[in-house]
């Protein structure tokens, strides 16, 4: 059987939190809370499953001072 390829996280279009917690060095509970606030810009459900919008990620990470 082949080798599964994996794509690098900076290419992905949706995140785990685990992921996103490795790529922007934010914990994995501090993201869990704000993928549950109300109008959170770059939450994905797939399901029940929660997923992180890469690039709205950056965005509002970008924009913001403290969080």
Sequence with gaps: MADKKT???HL???LTV???AE???IGINKIDSMLRSPNCPFVL????KKLVKR???EQFISQKLTI
């Design 12 to 14: 992905k279009m949706a």
């Design 23 to 25: 790529y922007s060095n």
């Design 7 to 9: 794509v690098p996280i």
């Design 18 to 20: 685990k992921e996103a």
């Design 55 to 57: 690039r709205e990620f």
């Design 45 to 48: 459900y797939v399901g029940t």
